[in-house]
């Protein structure tokens, strides 16, 4: 008996000692097979195209297929939800932009997973900018003029979006507090069909991602008035920022690199690893230039303050244009 119940205490003692080196030993081995890549939008968007781009260089260096599924709706919340819930091993990773991300912690009161418990934040690959459009029909040729046009007609200059509570949504919110204009929202479901109201000249002003407003850009049927990098793009030199006239006026559809909370921290930075290295290679330096686009020189601790930090700021925005989902 006693030599049963020593050998069982034995037993018990190498499992406590052989359970924590189990995420480790995981992380030796990673990756095994397949890894999945949650993107929580629609193919054919600015996310999507700079997921797909990053998937096909992480499957080169990670020596497995990444795959890409997508899955949009609730407004980006039912794909991250999706990655929150995963296990946390490093097979389940997601691609969204930080805005929308940001923007839903304030936003939506009952989203189903912790902003920043379950998903854990590994790189930026990709800074894509927005750009105020209008239809040259409206008759203002920069940002000021825009402004003295909104004050001369309260409430009757209308702004497309994307969507309640998209990125173009609040960027707009966020221009008419820093302006102090009264604009009227006109929301369309999904930025194409935003874009193309305001080209029809349904409405007046829109602050659209800017590879889905470039075609109209190039063929003079949208006039671009300001961009919102901290400065002008060597891409687009003519195209002032929008901070010239309003400073501190910076934000974009910055795609980030995310992963499931709890995720060993070994995995965390071999990821975070793989994806500096995809961003410096010729392939994924072109997809970033068509768009407009550059990778952010984040180290891991650095890009996951920065999404803390976007967290408070549109949440600032959010409660200023009374916005709540429940």
């Not at 998209?166 to 935003?194: C, M, Q, W």
């Not at 600032?316 to 989902?325: C, I």
């Amino acid at each position: 008996m006693k030599a049963t119940k020593i050998m069982k205490a034995a037993g018990l003692l190498l499992a406590a000692l052989y359970l924590p080196a189990l995420p480790q030993a995981g992380a030796q081995e990673y990756p095994s097979r397949a890894i999945r890549m949650v993107v929580p939008w629609p193919p054919g968007g600015i996310t999507d195209v700079i997921s797909r781009g990053l998937a096909a260089s992480l499957s080169d260096s990670l020596g497995q297929q990444v795959v890409i599924d997508n899955r949009p709706g609730a407004a980006g919340n039912l794909g991250v939800g999706i990655v929150a819930k995963a296990l946390p091993d490093g097979y389940t990773i997601m691609m969204t932009d930080v805005p929308s991300f940001a923007i839903s912690a304030t936003l939506y009161t009952k989203l189903q997973y912790d902003t920043f418990k379950e998903i854990e934040p590994i790189a930026l690959p990709s800074q894509s900018p927005l750009v105020l459009v209008v239809n040259p029909k409206l008759g203002v040729k920069t940002i000021r003029q825009l402004i003295e046009y909104a004050k001369a007609r309260p409430g009757e200059l209308s702004f497309a979006s994307s969507g309640p509570g998209s990125i173009t949504h609040l960027t707009a919110e966020r221009f008419k507090r820093d302006t102090n204009v009264n604009l009227l929202h006109v929301p369309y479901k999904g930025g194409a069909p935003a874009t193309a109201a305001l080209v029809a000249g349904e409405s007046g002003m829109y602050f659209a991602c800017i590879s889905a407003a470039i075609p109209y850009m190039k063929s003079g049927r949208l006039l671009a008035l300001g961009i919102t990098l901290p400065k002008r793009s060597p891409v687009y030199p003519d195209v002032p920022a929008v901070a010239e006239a309003i400073p501190g006026f910076v934000m974009g559809c910055n795609t980030g690199f995310f992963t499931t909370g709890g995720t060993p921290r070994a995995i965390v930075d071999r990821l975070h690893a793989e994806a500096m290295k995809a961003v410096g290679q010729p392939r994924m330096r072109e997809l970033l230039i068509l768009n407009a686009a550059e990778s952010a020189p984040f180290t891991q601790p650095q890009f996951k303050e920065y999404v803390a930090r976007e967290v408070r700021e549109w949440g600032e925005v959010v409660r200023a244009a009374g916005l709540k989902v429940e």
